[in-house]
């Protein structure tokens, strides 16, 4: 029943996956949560994050920001990102906001790819969504109380989630 919530593949940071590559293969577009994700909750778009933007320009994906925050959050991070394409209040993990991100790109599921840190609205809804998801590491660990609550439900599923991809290796 775990392996409902697991993602397709799990990395450090938003900020280690292999663009260039991934474009190479065939991806054409990127969706991103953005709390915890590109930068710490609540933080404005940081030197890394424009970086990131700029670079996923120049290597020719499309990307897109996926929130469930409010509209001002969203849309002053995606201004200062530099990122053209954003949605709010993206009710994770339904897939209305997947799919429009998908219309908005000019993408499908089979050459976008959904990138964010919670397991149980980014990752579960990518996959109820049919794109290819990776899980990241939540940038600040300090977090609200409902957070962390969800937090020790997810590391159990991930403890069997480390545990299947060991046995798998
Ligand atoms: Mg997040």
Redesign the pocket.
Known sequence: MFKTFYPDEDVVSAYDIPYERLYKSGIKGVIF?????LVP?GAPADDRAKELFIRLNEIGLKTCLL?NNKEPRVASFAKSAGSSCYIFRGNKPGIGGYKKAMERMGTTTKDTIFV???LF??VYGAKRAGIYNILVK?INPKEEIQIVLKRALEAIVLYFYHRDKKKAK
């Open positions: 949560d953005i709390d915890n994700t909750h929130s964010g840190d919670q609205t980014d939540p």
